[in-house]
């Protein structure tokens, strides 16, 4: 028996290829294997940039005497969570229902038909707190396994018949309408820290999404109070040691309510989602400080996160030596007053400590502080803040580096595209939209490939061996669609209605309920389908929003009729939910507005065009190009002429088109900008 991670493409399992446990990838054989031998099957789930998962790790599954008995009682699977979220999904849910939270690392125990009977998620090597040791977990299993074995077959039936009940039906609902887009602003309100901003208590997430949907609400109906949270949300978060005030980007959620100390992990969709927020942030207010955060999260993301063949990794670790060699959180980016005066003096230590929030007893471990920007230091010098950061930087790039997750996500590969395109427009950076394009053109040589069916991860430009699930789809075809609007290139239109003709195929079940599997997928214990945004868009979602603007662009009914049968759920969620729907309600925005279909006949990057892109309409769809063979391209700009030989704007929504217009400001009027 060996370990047999080596021949995977994950990194977290990579990361595991060495232990002296006798690990299985997720496969038909290793639960072969387990019925062979009469044994149960150790499931563990994690990520490669996942503090906990490397703690278990090094305790447990590194530990040779651990590893002996796990290899002579089970057989272990391990399975990264980002390459199969369908599997982690399937018994994260099991885990919540049965012991009231979730989370990684996940250790699941399951019969031979992949069952499971015993949960849990961390367990440490002695016992502390209550909680048994992982040495305990692994013999008391054994004993019910060889002891028990029908009681335990009985709960492991009974698990998976409560899951089986819980299948979703929400289609057929009808759609969300103004009532229930108040009712979820509402709720928004009453959850809205007034002193902090965000949402709820700690730990805080970057709530990205519900941002969008305030954005698009104050954009469609001007409700003030609206665009004062979304406004006050970011900035609170841009001048927290959330953001990275050096290097740019996010990390992954704020420890408390303050946004003062972060869990370090960098990840790719959170960047993206929040470069393309603080981006339409600007459009709708001209804030410096949202262009500043759009471009500096862009230079970010290109910066660490691209890969050689020009795809988007997924994530930085937490974790990194520190001076004395330690592996500890947050290393990289913490600064005590002494390791300030070491690079910059005396002078302009004082300056930055006081700039950045440093302080004597630090405000996150060991007297070492998260750089922020608190905001009691008066006017300040901007060339000298310029200065000090730039000596900082170079200081810091000199540490050892956080590890990277180096896979390639297709879906928020896709949410970087869309990032990309519309910053590099926005702010005349065609050096990021190229970066888009490229990123684009990997999802369709690799992904896509031979198959003509999206898979989920790549690594050094090859494909993994897992199926796209429907966030792939909604969230590729969301980020095609976007590369499309500013590029004038038809392609990224068909392509993405190329995988959205596979979402009505293979996703869609009765009534316009989704699935975040294909139908023809591998077969779990139940068929996952999770329609609330968490961290990133739902499939749900992803394809509500993206079938949406496809529809909008091609006049497609049954892409208009597929998205409105999604949509259900929202109404249903919405009030109730608002925090975990947000992309919901930014595509019922969008819905709710139309959305608007701008046509321009003229020339891509010219006045017209930029003009389109910047309107705050929600949703609103924009093909540009010129010439014969534009309709070709856009069905929009079929029988669109020019009006006295100049470039000319067409807007229509719901059927019914305002008078062409070859005046950018006109234009403006229309598009809310």
Same mark, same amino acid.
């Given at each position: 028996?060996?370990?047999?991670?080596?021949?995977?493409?994950?990194?977290?399992?990579?990361?595991?290829?060495?232990?002296?446990?006798?690990?299985?990838?997720?496969?038909?054989?290793?639960?072969?294997?387990?019925?062979?031998? &009469?044994?149960?099957?150790?499931?563990?789930?994690?990520?490669?940039?996942?503090?906990?998962?490397?703690?278990?790790?090094?305790?447990?599954?590194?530990?040779?005497?651990?590893?002996?008995?796990?290899?002579?009682?089970?057989?272990?699977?391990?399975?990264?969570?980002?390459?199969?979220?369908?599997?982690?999904?399937?018994?994260?849910?099991?885990?919540?229902?049965?012991?009231?939270?979730?989370?990684?690392?996940?250790?699941?125990?399951?019969?031979?038909?992949?069952?499971?009977?015993?949960?849990?998620?961390?367990?440490?090597?002695?016992?502390?707190?209550?909680?048994?040791?992982?040495?305990?977990?692994?013999?008391?299993?054994?004993?019910?396994?060889?002891?028990?074995?029908?009681?335990?077959?009985?709960?492991?039936?009974?698990?998976?018949?409560?899951?089986?009940?819980?299948?979703?039906?929400?289609?057929?609902?009808?759609?969300?309408?103004?009532?229930?887009?108040?009712?979820?602003?509402?709720?928004?309100?009453?959850?809205?820290?007034?002193?902090?901003?965000?949402?709820?208590?700690?730990?805080?997430?970057?709530?990205?999404?519900?941002?969008?949907? +305030?954005?698009?609400?104050?954009?469609?109906?001007?409700?003030?109070?609206?665009?004062?949270?979304?406004?006050?949300?970011?900035?609170?978060?841009?001048?927290?040691?959330?953001?990275?005030?050096?290097?740019?980007?996010?990390?992954?959620?704020?420890?408390?309510?303050?946004?003062?100390?972060?869990?370090?992990?960098?990840?790719?969709?959170?960047?993206?989602?929040?470069?393309?927020?603080?981006?339409?942030?600007?459009?709708?207010?001209?804030?410096?400080?949202? @262009?500043?955060?759009?471009?500096?999260?862009?230079?970010?993301?290109?910066?660490?996160?691209?890969?050689?063949?020009?795809?988007?990794?997924?994530?930085?670790?937490?974790?990194?030596?520190?001076?004395?060699?330690?592996?500890?959180?947050?290393?990289?980016?913490?600064?005590?007053?002494?390791?300030?005066?070491?690079?910059?003096?005396?002078?302009?230590?004082?300056?930055?400590?006081?700039?950045?929030?440093?302080?004597?007893?630090?405000?996150?471990?060991?007297?070492?502080?998260?750089?922020?920007?608190?905001?009691?230091?008066?006017?300040?010098?901007?060339? @000298?803040?310029?200065?000090? @950061?730039?000596?900082? +930087?170079?200081?810091?790039?000199?540490?050892?580096?956080?590890? @990277?997750?180096?896979?390639?996500?297709?879906?928020?590969?896709?949410?970087?595209?869309?990032?990309?395109?519309?910053?590099?427009?926005?702010?005349?950076?065609?050096?990021?939209?190229?970066?888009?394009?490229?990123?684009?053109?990997?999802?369709?040589?690799?992904?896509?490939?031979?198959?003509?069916?999206?898979?989920?991860?790549?690594?050094? &430009?090859?494909?993994?061996?897992?199926?796209?699930?429907?966030?792939?789809?909604?969230?590729?075809?969301?980020?095609?669609?976007?590369?499309?609007?500013?590029?004038?290139?038809?392609?990224?239109?068909?392509?993405?209605?190329?995988? +959205?003709?596979?979402?009505?195929?293979?996703?869609?079940?009765?009534?316009?309920?989704?699935?975040?599997?294909?139908?023809?997928?591998?077969?779990?214990?139940?068929?996952?389908?999770?329609?609330?945004?968490?961290?990133?868009?739902?499939?749900?979602?992803?394809?509500?929003?993206?079938?949406?603007?496809?529809?909008?662009?091609?006049?497609?009914?049954?892409?208009?009729?597929?998205?409105?049968?999604? +949509?259900?759920?929202?109404?249903?969620?919405?009030?109730?939910v608002p925090r975990f729907v947000g992309w919901g309600l930014a595509?019922?925005?969008?819905?709710?507005?139309?959305?608007?279909?701008?046509?321009?006949? &003229?020339?891509?990057?010219?006045?017209l065009h930029r003009t389109a892109l910047l309107g705050r309409a929600?949703?609103?769809?924009?093909?540009?190009?010129?010439?014969?063979?534009?309709?070709?391209?856009?069905?929009?700009?079929?029988?669109?002429?020019?009006?006295?030989?100049?470039?000319?704007?067409?807007?229509?929504?719901?059927?019914?088109?305002?008078?062409?217009?070859?005046?950018?400001?006109?234009?403006?009027?229309?598009?809310?900008?």
């Amino acid at each position: 028996m060996a370990n047999r991670l080596a021949q995977t493409t994950s990194p977290y399992l990579l990361q595991h290829a060495d232990n002296p446990v006798d690990w299985w990838p997720w496969s038909p054989e290793a639960f072969e294997e387990a019925r062979k031998r &009469g044994v149960p099957v150790l499931l563990s789930v994690g990520y490669a940039s996942c503090h906990w998962c490397h703690v278990m790790a090094h305790e447990s599954f590194e530990d040779d005497d651990t590893a002996a008995y796990l290899n002579a009682h089970f057989v272990p699977v391990k399975v990264d969570r980002e390459e199969r979220p369908d599997v982690d999904a399937v018994y994260m849910e099991a885990v919540q229902a049965a012991t009231g939270h979730g989370g990684w690392p996940m250790t699941v125990f399951l019969t031979p038909d992949a069952e499971p009977f015993y949960f849990g998620t961390y367990f440490p090597p002695e016992p502390r707190h209550g909680s048994p040791s992982f040495q305990q977990v692994l013999e008391g299993v054994a004993t019910a396994w060889t002891d028990r074995r029908e009681e335990v077959a009985e709960v492991a039936g009974r698990i998976v018949a409560d899951l089986a009940g819980r299948s979703l039906v929400h289609g057929g609902d009808g759609v969300p309408g103004e009532s229930e887009v108040a009712q979820a602003l509402l709720g928004l309100t009453r959850e809205y820290d007034e002193q902090h901003g965000g949402f709820g208590g700690a730990p805080k997430f970057p709530p990205a999404m519900a941002v969008e949907f +305030l954005l698009r609400h104050y954009a469609r109906t001007g409700a003030e109070g609206a665009l004062q949270m979304a406004a006050d949300t970011c900035a609170a978060m841009a001048r927290g040691g959330i953001y990275d005030q050096l290097g740019g980007g996010f990390a992954r959620y704020s420890v408390d309510r303050e946004w003062i100390v972060p869990h370090f992990e960098k990840m790719l969709y959170d960047n993206a989602l929040l470069c393309r927020v603080y981006a339409h942030l600007w459009r709708a207010t001209g804030s410096d400080e949202a @262009r500043r955060i759009a471009l500096e999260t862009a230079d970010f993301m290109v910066r660490e996160l691209r890969t050689a063949e020009g795809g988007f990794a997924s994530a930085l670790d937490a974790d990194s030596e520190d001076a004395e060699g330690r592996h500890v959180e947050g290393a990289y980016y913490v600064w005590t007053p002494e390791q300030l005066r070491e690079v910059l003096g005396e002078d302009d230590a004082a300056f930055a400590a006081a700039y950045f929030g440093v302080t004597e007893e630090g405000t996150f471990e060991e007297g070492a502080s998260v750089l922020r920007l608190p905001g009691d230091t008066g006017p300040v010098d901007a060339a @000298r803040v310029a200065g000090v @950061r730039a000596r900082l +930087l170079a200081a810091r790039d000199e540490r050892p580096h956080p590890g @990277r997750d180096d896979k390639v996500v297709a879906a928020w590969n896709g949410l970087a595209i869309a990032a990309l395109a519309e910053t590099g427009a926005y702010f005349d950076r065609p050096d990021l939209v190229e970066r888009a394009t490229e990123a684009a053109d990997l999802l369709v040589r690799v992904h896509l490939g031979e198959v003509a069916r999206l898979t989920r991860t790549s690594k050094d &430009g090859r494909a993994g061996d897992n199926a796209g699930v429907l966030e792939d789809y909604g969230d590729v075809a969301e980020g095609f669609l976007a590369l499309a609007a500013v590029t004038g290139e038809g392609a990224w239109l068909e392509f993405a209605g190329f995988l +959205l003709d596979i979402v009505l195929e293979q996703f869609t079940g009765e009534g316009g309920q989704l699935y975040d599997t294909a139908h023809d997928a591998e077969q779990l214990i139940r068929r996952p389908q999770d329609p609330t945004d968490s961290a990133t868009p739902s499939g749900w979602t992803a394809a509500a929003g993206a079938l949406l603007s496809y529809a909008a662009y091609t006049g497609s009914e049954a892409h208009r009729t597929a998205a409105e049968g999604a +949509l259900g759920v929202v109404k249903a969620l919405g009030p109730r939910v608002p925090r975990f729907v947000g992309w919901g309600l930014a595509v019922a925005e969008a819905l709710l507005d139309g959305p608007r279909e701008v046509a321009v006949a &003229g020339p891509v990057g010219g006045e017209l065009h930029r003009t389109a892109l910047l309107g705050r309409a929600p949703g609103a769809v924009v093909a540009a190009g010129e010439g014969p063979g534009a309709g070709a391209e856009f069905p929009l700009l079929v029988d669109r002429p020019l009006v006295g030989g100049e470039p000319t704007a067409y807007v229509c929504r719901h059927f019914v088109c305002d008078a062409p217009t070859t005046d950018a400001g006109e234009l403006a009027g229309k598009l809310g900008g």
